[in-house]
């Protein structure tokens, strides 16, 4: 049975940091590229960052580039988002995401691909 469960999240003060975790199970992990998608309140989805199926190539959203970093490790079946300099904006319901391939070209079209499998999610919340 597929499953993603992500960990981590909390309310934290902006300029502080948080690091999600995935763990998943199900599926093989060291095929498919793993994606974070967030959901702020009242708001539609919005995604966050992506790496490839080797963990080599990480890819982000404008808004979190050079604060976040996704990372993986393949042993455990696990991906990660370290948030660091989190702003009051950032806060949402984060979701980790697998899919068969990483589709660059609908994410920067679309701000969206297809995914293969959700997590439930995990919130974070930034605020003084």
């Known amino acids: 049975e597929v499953q993603l469960v992500e960990s981590g999240g909390g309310v934290v003060q902006p300029g502080g940091s948080l690091k999600l975790s995935c763990v998943t199970s199900g599926f093989t992990f060291s095929d498919s590229p793993m994606s974070w998608v967030r959901q702020a309140p009242g708001e539609g989805l919005e995604w966050v960052a992506s790496?490839?199926?080797?963990?080599?190539?990480?890819y982000y959203t404008a808004s979190v580039r050079g604060r976040f970093t996704i990372s993986q490790d393949t042993a455990k079946n696990t991906a990660y988002l370290q948030m660091n300099s989190l702003k009051p904006e950032d806060t949402g319901m984060y979701y980790c995401a697998a899919s068969s391939r990483l589709d660059l070209t609908a994410i920067r079209a679309l701000g969206v691909q297809q995914y293969n499998y959700w997590g439930p999610g995990t919130q974070v919340t930034v605020s003084s």
């Open positions: 790496i490839d199926e080797t963990g080599d190539y990480p």
